[in-house]
């Protein structure tokens, strides 16, 4: 599967942002999707995950509360609906897949499948 996202840009404090990452395959609803983000100088951090059915979500501690993610199976898509947004938040957001939701919550270097970056930019 491959995957396009997009919706990144630059925001001041407190603003919001929705990240889309779309999918080149039908079988998207077979997929767990996960958002992973690195800010510079720093390890790529897990922000997200959500089951092929969205009836699962994982969050990291540094989001909870203000991140929501999403999919939508009939245009292959998830988002990630990002507010109150912090200086902090500042990184290139990756979309990821992944056949088990699992991977994600209890193995996220088992993830293999990414898209390409999308920058992300809060100002103070």
């Known amino acids: 599967v491959q995957l396009q996202a997009s919706g990144g840009g630059l925001v001041q404090a407190g603003g919001s942002l929705r990240l889309s990452c779309e999918a080149s395959?039908?079988?998207?609803?077979?997929?767990?999707m996960g958002w992973f983000r690195q800010a510079p100088g720093k390890e790529r951090e897990r922000v997200a995950a959500?089951?092929?059915?969205?009836?699962?979500?994982y969050y990291a501690d540094s989001v909870k509360g203000r991140f929501s993610i999403s999919r939508a199976n009939a245009q292959n898509t998830v988002y990630l609906q990002m507010n109150s947004l912090k200086p902090e938040d500042t990184a290139v957001y990756y979309c990821a897949a992944s056949p088990t939701y699992n991977a994600f919550v209890y193995r996220p270097n088992d993830v293999r499948t990414w898209g390409q970056g999308t920058l992300v930019t809060v100002s103070s």
């Open positions: 395959e039908r079988t998207f609803s077979r997929y767990a």
């Open positions: 959500i089951s092929w059915s969205g009836g699962s979500t």
